[in-house]
C-alpha cells in the first residue's frame, strides 16, 4: 500500500481510503536549542524520520500509513533560556494530542502512532498523558513507543543509552543523514565531547542544560557523528514503530 502524506492529499483522497486498515502517523518534536551546530528543529527532523521510516514498513504489511504534519512545538524548560527556543505548556500538548486523535478517528482511521524524537519530561508526560486519555475514550488504538524506556531505548546506540545524547553523535549523526546541508560541520568538527549524561541529571532534579554541564546546548561527542551512523539509526526507529503498531493492533508479526 502507497504511503499518503496528509497534507499533501485532498478529503475525497482520505475518503476513498481503505481507512479501516489505515494507521496515521503523527511525528512530535521541539523548536530548542541544539548547540551550535545543529538546527533548533532537530528534534522535529527526527521525528518525521522515524515516522517516514516507518511508513514504510507498515505500508509493506499492508497497511495504509498516513503521515500526519508534525507537531513542532513542545514542552522545552530545559532550553527555555536559548535564544530561539519556544516552548508550550505540557497541558497544550496534551490537549493538542488529543484533538487531533479525536480528528483522525473522525476521519474513519482506526489506529494512531506518535513518532516522539524530544525527551524533555514535560514533552513525555503530555504525550503519555494524551495516550491514555485517547485510550480511555475509545478513540482509536495507540502506539507510542517511549524509547527512553525499556524495551526501545536499549536497542539505540551507545550514546543514547548513556544519556549523554542531546545534539552530540546520536542526534548528529541522523541530522547529517538527512539533511546535511543544515548541519554547521566546520564547528561540529570541532566540539569537543561533553560526557555529561543528561537524563541522569534530569533524574537527580536538575531543571535546565546550563546546571547539567551543557553551558552550548550539548551532550555526548557531536565530531563523531556520521550520516551512514544516522541512517542505521533511521531504520532502527523506523522497525521500533512499526512493532509498536503491530503490538497495539494486536497484529501476527
Not at 31 to 39: M, Q, T, V, W
Not at 47 to 55: I, K
Request: proline residues 7%; negative net charge; hydrophobic residues 50%.
Amino acid at each position: 500500500m502507497p504511503v499518503l502524506n496528509l497534507a499533501d492529499a485532498t478529503w475525497e483522497e482520505v475518503r476513498d481510503l481503505d481507512r479501516a486498515r489505515a494507521v496515521a502517523i503523527l511525528p512530535t518534536g521541539a523548536i530548542e536549542a541544539h548547540g551550535p551546530h545543529l538546527p533548533l528543529d532537530t528534534d522535529v527532523t527526527i521525528a518525521v524520520a522515524m515516522a517516514e521510516a516507518g511508513a514504510a514498513l507498515l505500508s509493506g504489511r499492508g497497511l495504509t500509513a498516513v503521515l500526519l504534519p508534525p507537531l513542532a512545538y513542545a514542552p522545552a524548560a530545559y532550553a527555555a533560556s536559548f535564544p530561539g527556543t519556544i516552548g508550550i505548556a505540557p497541558e497544550t500538548l496534551a490537549s493538542l494530542v488529543v484533538d487531533v486523535a479525536t480528528g483522525v478517528h473522525r476521519a474513519g482511521i482506526g489506529a494512531l502512532a506518535i513518532a516522539n524524537a524530544h525527551f524533555d519530561p514535560g514533552q513525555l508526560g503530555a504525550l503519555h498523558a494524551a495516550a491514555d486519555a485517547i485510550r480511555e475514550r475509545g478513540l482509536l488504538a495507540v502506539a507510542f513507543p517511549d524509547v527512553t524506556r525499556r524495551p526501545w531505548g536499549s536497542r539505540l546506540t551507545e550514546e543514547f543509552r548513556g544519556g549523554a545524547c542531546h545534539a552530540g553523535r546520536y542526534e548528529g549523526s541522523i541530522v547529517l543523514a538527512r539533511s546535511p546541508e543544515r548541519v554547521r560541520d566546520g564547528i561540529m568538527a570541532e566540539l569537543p565531547a561533553n560526557p555529561v549524561s543528561l537524563s541522569r541529571a534530569i533524574a537527580d532534579g536538575v531543571d535546565s542544560f546550563q546546571a547539567a554541564g551543557g553551558p552550548r546546548a550539548y551532550f555526548g561527542s557531536p565530531a563523531e557523528a556520521t550520516a551512514a551512523e544516522g541512517m542505521e539509526t533511521i531504520e532502527l526507529l523506523g522497525r521500533i514503530l512499526e512493532e509498536a503498531v503491530v503490538e497495539a493492533l494486536g497484529l501476527d508479526d
